[in-house]
């Protein structure tokens, strides 16, 4: 199974913004951060704005935030949201499918019961896990995006993601020695 580009988008702002510690972004900020489209990252704020993923602050210091807390976002749920078409064949689609995508096979074949099984694995696997689990190595990706690492550990944990008065110590540079790829 492969997810779209739209989706691993989808993800990669959600990471971003789940690890910015003021949680407020601009689109312009993500795009270069990731080196990816400013347009395409556009239509995806949009859509994860309406599906209740991100909310945006507006005026002087404004941007994008996670609407709720990162624990509260499951991969699952994202997925589902973002991805188009879960068919993985074409006999998975409606009987209005276009001409030539029925199998004359279908009545008696086992390879639909099969992949449709895979397709439940693999959605339930994506269940299992919420935003903040993707944000674990939260200082590593902090590094890794060039965005400042200091955070309320404790706050971390609950899935709730606030700034702290405290710098990192070690600073940005030895945070990057740190993380690994």
Do not use: N, W
Not at 135 to 160: C, H, N
């Amino acid at each position: 199974m492969r997810l779209t580009v739209y989706t691993d988008y989808s993800l990669r702002m959600l990471i971003y913004l789940g690890v910015k510690e003021d949680g407020l972004a601009t689109i312009g900020e993500v795009a270069e951060r990731y080196g990816i489209s400013q347009h395409h990252l556009t239509k995806v704020a949009h859509q994860l704005g309406l599906a209740g993923f991100i909310a945006t602050v507006r005026g002087k210091g404004g941007g994008l935030r996670l609407a709720r807390p990162a624990a509260q976002i499951g991969l699952g749920e994202v997925v589902r949201r973002t991805e188009p078409d879960m068919a993985l064949v074409p006999c998975f689609s409606s009987p209005e499918a276009p001409a030539g995508a029925a199998c004359p096979i279908v009545p008696a074949c086992g390879l639909r019961g099969v992949l449709d099984e895979a397709r439940q694995a693999f959605m339930a696997v994506l269940d299992r896990y919420t935003l903040a689990d993707l944000m674990l190595q939260r200082t590593g990706l902090q590094a890794l995006l060039a965005l400042p690492a200091t955070f309320d550990p404790e706050k971390r944990e609950k899935g709730v993601l606030a700034p702290t008065d405290k710098a990192d110590p070690q600073g940005l540079a030895a945070t990057i020695d740190r993380c690994s790829l």
